[in-house]
C-alpha cells in the first residue's frame, strides 16, 4: 500500500512537471513530422544527433508522402515531407511553403545471370521500351546495341515495380515521360500508375522490389541506390541527358543536384531527373519539407527551421554515410532566403 | 392461518423469485442490448462504406463493376480486375482446403489411435494461431520459388496442352501468382475448417455410428451417411468461415500474388486481389482513387454477404430435402 501511495505521489509530480515546462510556450522541446519514407533513415539519424546536441526531440513518422501532404494541411503536425513535390498552386490553397531536404539516387537493377555491378548500361528510351512490354527479351537488338561485345542471354524479361503507392515510382515514371513521348502519352506519372508490360510483377516497398529482382532470373526493377548496394544487387549505367554514360555514383547523383536551376524554379519545384551535364546520373530525386507560412505557433515553426538549418551545416556526414546527397551549399542559401522571404515566424 | 415461521418462509421465497425476476432482466437487457450492437455496428459499417463509396459509384456508374482500368494517373478506376483475383483466390483455396480439413478431420475423429488424437489436434489450433504475414513471408521465401522451379513447370508442359483449359495452367515461371496466393490461402484456412469439422464430428452420438457399424457399414459409409448428415449445418458453416477469411486476407496475400492490376487467363499469371489492392494503395490515395478503395472495400463487404446468404440457402433446401425423404 505504501508503495502504491509513493507511486502514485511521483505520478501526480511528474504530471505537475510536465504540465509546467509546457505551459512555457517559447520554450519548445518537441517538434513533430511526417511523410515520406525515403527520407526516414536520414531523419531520425540528424533526430538522434540533434537531441544530444540541443535536447530537442523530433518525432518523425514514416507515413509516406502522401500522408504526409495530408497531415501538414491537416496540421497535426509541425512539418510534413514528401518525395513528390507539391505544385505552386496547392502550395498557394493550403499557405504551405516546401524547399528540399535531401536528395538520393535511383537506380535500375536487373538481374542477368553472370551480369556483374555497371557491366550493362540501358538508356532512357529503351528502358521505357522495357517497362511498356515492347521490348520482352534481354538479347533485344536495341539493348545489345548499347552494349557492343557483351553476351547478352535469350532470356524473358520480367518487370518488377512498387506494388504500393510511393515516391520512388513518382520519380521513376517522371524521368521515363521526360525521355519517352509514348511512356508520356500511354502511362504517364504518378505514385501508382498502370503497368502495361504482360506478367509484370508488384513488389512493397524499395525492400520488395529489391527481394523479387533478386530472385527472379531475368527480373528488371528501380530501386534507391542504397537498397542496391544493401541486396548486392547488380545495378545498371545509363546514357544520360549529355549523351554520356555514367555510373551510379554519390559524385554524379550530386552533379545531377548542382546542375538543377534552383534558383529560377518558383517553389523549388524542380524534380532532379534528366538534369543536363555531362556526369548527371538522370534518375535522381529529392524529399521536401513542407511547413505553413502562417503557423498558428510560430515557435514550432522556429523550431523545425532550426532543426533543418543545423542538419544542413551538421549532418553532410551521416547524409553520406547512408548514401544520399547533401543539399549543396549554394542551395542552403537560397533556401535560408526563402524561409526568411515566406514564413512568417512572429 | 399460517405460523410466524411459515410466513417468514414465504416472505423469503417471494423475495427470492422477485430478485430472481429482476436478474433475469437485466440479463436478458444486456444480451439483447450486445445482439443489437452487432446489428448496429454493421450497419454503421456499410453506410459509411456506402458514403465514402458513393462518389466513384456517381461518377462511374455500372461502369465500376465492368471496367478492367485501374489507372490512377488518369483518375480512371474499374473493379474487375481485383473482383476476379478475389473469387479466383478464393475458390483455388477452398477448393484445395475443404478435402485436406475433411480428411484430417475424420482421421483425428475415427481413424487415429488415441494417443495421436490430441496432439494433431492441438497442432491445428496452433496452425490457426500463426499470423498471416508468417504464412505470406513463407509463401514468398520458399514455397514460391519452388514451385516455380519444381511444379509449375511439369503442370504447364501437362495440363497447359490441354484445349480450352490449358490458357488457365500459362504463365511466365516466378512463382508469385494467383495460383500461388490460392494455395497459401488454402494453407491458412485448412485449420479453421479442419477443427471445426472436427469439434462437429466429435458430437455425433456413438450409438448413432455404432448401429451403423453394427449393421455392417464400412467407415466410408458411416462417414457418409451418418455422420455428414448429422453434422452438415455445422460443416457448412466451418467452410464459410473459412472462404470468408480467404476473400478477406491481406497480408498473406500481398506477399505471394504479385500485384499486378492486368487481366489474365492464365492462373499463373501475378494477379491482385480486393484486399491486396487496398492495402497496397491506401496510404497515399486521395479524392476519387480513395472513394474508389473504399468502393472496393464494399464490393468485398457484399462478396462476402451474398456468399453467406446462399450458404444459409443451400443449407435451407438440403434440410428441406432431408425432411421430405425421412417423413
Known amino acids: ?346 | 392461518m399460517a405460523t410466524p415461521e411459515e410466513q417468514l418462509i414465504l416472505h423469503r421465497q417471494l423475495q427470492a423469485k422477485s430478485s430472481g425476476v429482476l436478474l433475469d432482466r437485466i440479463f436478458k437487457g444486456s444480451a439483447f442490448s450486445f445482439a443489437a450492437l452487432v446489428l448496429i455496428v454493421l450497419f454503421g459499417i456499410m453506410l459509411m462504406l456506402f458514403k465514402e463509396a458513393w462518389p466513384t459509384f456517381a461518377h462511374f456508374g455500372f461502369g465500376f463493376f465492368a471496367s478492367a482500368e485501374w489507372d490512377a494517373v488518369n483518375n480512371k478506376y474499374g473493379a474487375i480486375i481485383p473482383i476476379i483475383g478475389t473469387l479466383v483466390t478464393s475458390l483455388i483455396a477452398v477448393v484445395i482446403g475443404v478435402p485436406v480439413s475433411f480428411g484430417i478431420a475424420i482421421f483425428i475423429t475415427l481413424m487415429a489411435p488415441n494417443w495421436m488424437k490430441r496432439p494433431v489436434g492441438i497442432a491445428i489450433e496452433l496452425l490457426a494461431a500463426v499470423p498471416s504475414i508468417i504464412y505470406g513471408m513463407w509463401g514468398l521465401f520458399y514455397f514460391a520459388p519452388w514451385f516455380a522451379n519444381s511444379v509449375q513447370p511439369i503442370m504447364t508442359d501437362t495440363l497447359g496442352e490441354l484445349p480450352v483449359l490449358g490458357q488457365f495452367f500459362q504463365g511466365p515461371p516466378i512463382g508469385v501468382s494467383i495460383f500461388t496466393a490460392g494455395v497459401v490461402l488454402a494453407i491458412m484456412i485448412i485449420p479453421f475448417i479442419a477443427s471445426v469439422m472436427r469439434d462437429m464430428f466429435e458430437i455425433v452420438p456413438t450409438t448413432l455410428k455404432e448401429s451403423a457399424y453394427a449393421m455392417g457399414s464400412t467407415t466410408w459409409e458411416v462417414v457418409w451417411k451418418v455422420i455428414l448428415p448429422y453434422t452438415k449445418a455445422g460443416v457448412v458453416g466451418g467452410i464459410i468461415l473459412g472462404l470468408g477469411r480467404a476473400m478477406g486476407e491481406t497480408m498473406a496475400v500481398a506477399f505471394v500474388v504479385g500485384n499486378s492490376l492486368e487481366l489474365n487467363t492464365g492462373l499463373f499469371y501475378p494477379g491482385a486481389t480486393i484486399a491486396s489492392t487496398m492495402a497496397n494503395e491506401f496510404n497515399e490515395a486521395s479524392g476519387l482513387h480513395m472513394s474508389s478503395l473504399i468502393a472496393l472495400g464494399l464490393i468485398l463487404f457484399i462478396i462476402t454477404f451474398l456468399v453467406l446468404s446462399i450458404a444459409k440457402w443451400f443449407l435451407m433446401i438440403l434440410e428441406r430435402a432431408h425432411q421430405g425423404t425421412s417423413t
Open chain 1, 1 to 346: 500500500m505504501m508503495f502504491n501511495k509513493k507511486l502514485i505521489a511521483s505520478a501526480v509530480l511528474a504530471a505537475a512537471t510536465a504540465f509546467s515546462l509546457s505551459a512555457h510556450a517559447d520554450e519548445v522541446n518537441k517538434i513533430t513530422g511526417a511523410g515520406s519514407s525515403f527520407a526516414y533513415p536520414i531523419i531520425s539519424k540528424w533526430a538522434a544527433a540533434y537531441k544530444k546536441a540541443t535536447g530537442v526531440e523530433v518525432n518523425y513518422q514514416s507515413v509516406g508522402s502522401g500522408a504526409g501532404i495530408k497531415q501538414i494541411i491537416a496540421k497535426t503536425v509541425d512539418f510534413g515531407a514528401s518525395d513528390d513535390p507539391m505544385t505552386v498552386e496547392d502550395l498557394e490553397k493550403n499557405g504551405l511553403t516546401q524547399w528540399p531536404l535531401i536528395m538520393g539516387g535511383e537506380v535500375i537493377v536487373a538481374n542477368i545471370p553472370g551480369n556483374k555491378q555497371g557491366e550493362l548500361a540501358i538508356s532512357g528510351p529503351v528502358l521505357a521500351d522495357i517497362m511498356m512490354g515492347k521490348i520482352t527479351k534481354w538479347n533485344d537488338p536495341a539493348l545489345q546495341k548499347l552494349n557492343p561485345g557483351k553476351k547478352l542471354p535469350d532470356l524473358a524479361i520480367t518487370v518488377v515495380h512498387r506494388s504500393d503507392a510511393s515516391g520512388t515510382t513518382a520519380i521513376f515514371t517522371n524521368y521515363l515521360s521526360k525521355v519517352s513521348p509514348e511512356w508520356k502519352e500511354k502511362v504517364g506519372e504518378g505514385k501508382t500508375v498502370t503497368w502495361l508490360s504482360k506478367g509484370n510483377l508488384g513488389g512493397k516497398g524499395n525492400e520488395g522490389v529489391a527481394s523479387y529482382t533478386g530472385r527472379i532470373k531475368g527480373a528488371i526493377g528501380y530501386v534507391e541506390y542504397a537498397y542496391a548496394l544493401q541486396n548486392k544487387l547488380p545495378y545498371m549505367d545509363m546514357i544520360n541527358s549529355a549523351g554520356k554514360r555514367v555510373a551510379p555514383t554519390m559524385a554524379n547523383f550530386a552533379a545531377a543536384a548542382s546542375h538543377a536551376d534552383w534558383e529560377h524554379t518558383p517553389a523549388f519545384r524542380v524534380v532532379l531527373t534528366d538534369q543536363p551535364g555531362d556526369d548527371s546520373w538522370p534518375i535522381t530525386g529529392s524529399t521536401f519539407a513542407i511547413v505553413h507560412k502562417d503557423p498558428e505557433n510560430p515557435a514550432q515553426v522556429k523550431a523545425v527551421l532550426d532543426f533543418f538549418k543545423w542538419s544542413m551545416d551538421h549532418g553532410q556526414s551521416e547524409a553520406k554515410e547512408l548514401h544520399y546527397i547533401p543539399i549543396p551549399e549554394s542551395v542552403e542559401k537560397l533556401i535560408e532566403a526563402s524561409w526568411a522571404k515566406n514564413i512568417k515566424l512572429k
